[in-house]
Each structure stands twice: as C-alpha cells, then as structure tokens.
T-cell receptor, first 113, second 111 residues
Framework: KAGVTQTPRYLIKTRGQQVTLSCSPI?????VSWYQQTPGQGLQFLFE???????NKGNFPGRFSGRQFSNSRSEMNVSTLELGDSALYLC????????????FGPGTRLLVL | GENVEQHPSTLSVQEGDSAVIKCTYSDSASNYFPWYKQELGKRPQLIIDIRSNVGEKKDQRIAVTLNKTAKHFSLHITETQPEDSAVYFC??????????FGPGTRLSVLP
C-alpha cells in the first residue's frame, strides 16, 4: 500500500497570505490528524478528522482550519500567515476508528517571509 | 490538559550498548503511548506502542515498559547500532485522541 502523501512538499509564502496543504491518507484509513513541528515547540497537535468530521482540536488560533473529504483526503488551511507559522506540517492517518497507530506523511515545509 | 516530559534530551551510547529513554505524563486517563523515531529530514515513524492494559511490550531489540501508577513509560533499545541514531519522540493520548508529544531525545550511537 502507498504511504501517506502530502502536497506540496515545500512552500514559501509572505506574511498575510493564506495557504492550503493537502494530505492523502493510506488507503482505507479514515482518521487523519495534523501536526505542526518546530524546533522550539516540538510536535503539536492541530486537529483530527474522522469520516469528514473534526473530532478533536488542539490549541491553535482560528486561522488554522481543516476539512476532510468523503475519500478521506484532508486539507489544512492557514489564513493571514505569520512569521511564526513557519514549520513542518505533518499529517498522520490511522486505520483504527479510535485514531491509534498513526502513520505520518513526509510533511510540508512552510516558510513564511 | 496532558503534559509529557521526556529525558534525556540527548543521549550518546557506544555501539552495542543499551539506550533507555524515559517519559512521564500527567493525565491518568491517558491509555495509549506510542514511540516514534525521526531521522534527519524524514517523517516520524512508529516503532512501538503500548496500551495501558499492558505493562511491557517487546519487538526484537526494542521494548517499552509502562508504569501506570507512577505515570511513566520507557523505551529500551538493546544492542544499539549506528542506524538507531535519530530523534525519538514519546506521546500520550486518551483513546487515540489529542496526542501530546514529548520534546524528543536525540540518540547518537557511536561506532
């Protein structure tokens, strides 16, 4: 089976712009979670989707949003980008309905100038 | 909310020696504890996980132990090899939701 894929792999944006990142889970996986990874804050949970519904949300501002489609693919959007949003954004998918046993994608590296 | 601490932040061992990384968590309701290995420039990879109804789990050279009373769990790597060099992250969650990760341990295996 193909692993979790994310597009694009790299992005450069300027402050104030918005960005949309995409994640395709492993075939059959219905749970998709998003994480932000930075050297200072480590891996932080953004949100999790299951069957097109946001099931959990981390402590991030409303500028961060997401959605999941009927084929389990998920998108994450960040509006009004700030310099501090520069990070590696990782998504992870799980076959289990409870979200355990997550497999990560390669990530999208976002640089905000 | 849940808080996960991880120690040490860096660890150097000689090839063939054992390595132990320890994590503590704060939420006694957490019941699922995975460990991830992340090599430089690569994605985190699940290497082993444990659920709260089990005290120990082993997979070849890797083992994880869980002490629910003390709220800590540890990763043990035996017979370390240079390819074990990476950053290791522990995490805790309740029912697979809202994962909280430790800050990571950079393991260096010296030849």
């Amino acid at each position: 089976k193909a692993g979790v894929t994310q597009t694009p792999r790299y992005l450069i944006k300027t402050r104030g712009q918005q960005v949309t990142l995409s994640c395709s889970p492993i075939s059959g996986h219905r749970s998709v979670s998003w994480y932000q990874q930075t050297p200072g804050q480590g891996l932080q949970f953004l949100f999790e989707y299951f069957s097109e519904t946001q099931r959990n949300k981390g402590n991030f501002p409303g500028r961060f949003s997401g959605r999941q489609f009927s084929n389990s693919r998920s998108e994450m959007n960040v509006s009004t980008l700030e310099l501090g949003d520069s990070a590696l954004y990782l998504c992870a998918s799980s076959l289990r309905a409870d979200g355990e046993t997550q497999y990560f994608g390669p990530g999208t590296r976002l640089l905000v100038l | 909310g849940e808080n996960v601490e991880q120690h040490p932040s860096t660890l150097s061992v000689q090839e063939g020696d054992s390595a132990v990384i320890k994590c503590t968590y704060s939420d006694s309701a957490s019941n699922y504890f995975p460990w991830y290995k992340q090599e430089l420039g690569k994605r985190p990879q699940l290497i082993i996980d444990i659920r709260s109804n089990v005290g120990e789990k082993k997979d070849q050279r890797i083992a994880v132990t869980l002490n629910k009373t003390a709220k800590h769990f540890s990763l043990h790597i035996t017979e370390t090899q240079p390819e074990d060099s990476a950053v290791y992250f522990c995490a805790a969650s309740r029912d697979g939701q809202n994962f909280v990760f430790g800050p990571g341990t950079r393991l260096s295996v010296l030849p």
